[in-house]
């Protein structure tokens, strides 16, 4: 029944779109069009969602994302973007899925996971926290440290893992994460 909704209101859309378009002097169309079209690809690429390729496949994918995400905002479906105060601890592909509360329970699990001794000693391999969502019932999520490079002067690094499951599926993501001499946190490094 939701799906038949969806597909209706999406038809609609598209519908009173071409209407619209077809009032509009070309200038306007196209003005708007292209802006849109930028924005919805900027989203699709912060989501892990889009590829690199030519500007026409991110025009039309821009347009059609707009159009779906208006859609799903109509039916009140969730959609999630990285909260960039949570950049240098969560990855992408975790943070899309979560809703900004749930970033922030995620990137503070990290946070903790990771912390040094109190006489600074580096966080142990199978350091871990968990976190339970406050705002969806169906969603929870850890941060392990699964690795730890050799120090150097530069940078003492690790890798941790990401595990966040909602209603029941999985995702895992590995960061990369380091700190320089004297830092008292590790965040994400490309």
Known sequence: MALAGFVSRLALTLGCAALALGAMPASAQLSGILGNAKRGADKADACG????????????????????NETLRGARLPSFV????????????IACRLDPEEQKQAAEATLTATRSGADGERPA???????????????????????????????DCITVTDVVIISGEETRAEKRMCRTPGSARYAIVA
């Open 82 to 93: 990285p909260v960039p105060a949570f950049s240098d601890q969560l990855t992408e592909s």
């Open 49 to 68: 969602k889009g590829k690199k390729g030519d500007k026409g496949r991110g025009v039309i994918g821009g347009l059609l994302g707009g159009v779906v």
């Open 125 to 155: 391999v199978g350091s871990s926290a968990s976190w339970t969502s406050n705002s969806r019932e169906d969603v929870r999520g850890s941060s392990t440290v699964t690795a730890r490079e050799a120090s150097t002067s530069e940078l």
